[in-house]
């Protein structure tokens, strides 16, 4: 089983929503709040999460700069009652180096709670991070019964790095549907284990850019 660790997320794109829905798709079940804390540039340029959408309980911590979110982000990776804590930060912030990202990683080891980190428009310096992906988003999937309208969303997802997993590219697919009776839309299905299906020679075009 893997440990639970940091996992940093970095947007292809700046202001790319796919990084965040992909984070989402992979929270962990359970009763326990998120803790989003997201810094002020980040909700500026990309706003800031749907609470009412999310069918789960969601703990947001606006603050102003990157150095606050990582202390707040510490502190709440130690209270073992949240699901995860998820950080959102906009660029390459001086305290944003190695010694800041072992830190975190060292307390979601120690507390067992998840960490993510998403990267608006940043680097991928040295960070300790478990797993560091990179997110874009693809065109939708065709629709079943409407060709004119757009299916199922689709991110191309990128493991460039890992201590246990081996990198690669797959296409992944948001599998949630609106459902009437529950006046809400579902969140992504969580990506399986293994190997994913080969993606399609646009799918392919749009990695290589």
């Given at each position: 089983m ?6 940093e ?6 202001a ?20 989003w ?32 979110g ?41 507390s ?39 299916g199922?969303a ?35 299905a ?20």
């Amino acid at each position: 089983m893997t440990p639970v660790a940091l996992s940093e997320v970095f947007a292809a794109r700046q202001a790319d929503g796919a990084a965040t829905g992909f984070v989402l798709s992979r929270l962990p079940d359970g009763p326990g709040p998120v803790l989003w804390i997201q810094d002020r540039m980040t909700r500026m340029e990309c706003g800031q999460p749907y609470q009412p959408a999310l069918g789960r309980a969601l703990l947001r911590l606006d603050l102003s700069r990157p150095g606050d979110g990582l202390i707040a982000a510490e502190e709440g990776l130690q209270c073992a009652s949240l699901a995860a804590v998820v950080l959102e930060i906009w660029g390459d912030p001086p305290m944003l180096s190695f010694t800041a990202t072992k830190r975190l990683a060292l307390r979601a080891e120690a507390s067992g709670v998840p960490c993510w980190l998403i990267r608006h428009g940043g680097r991928a310096d040295l960070s300790a991070a478990r797993d560091r992906w990179r997110v874009t988003s693809l065109p939708s999937a065709p629709h079943a019964d409407d060709g004119r309208a757009p299916g199922a969303a689709r991110w191309a997802v990128e493991l460039f790095r890992s201590r246990d997993k081996a990198p690669g590219h797959w296409v992944v697919q948001h599998e949630g549907g609106w459902q009437r009776a529950a006046d809400r839309v579902d969140l992504p299905a969580r990506i399986r284990n293994g190997t994913l299906a080969a993606p399609s020679s646009a799918a392919v075009r749009q990695l290589a850019r």
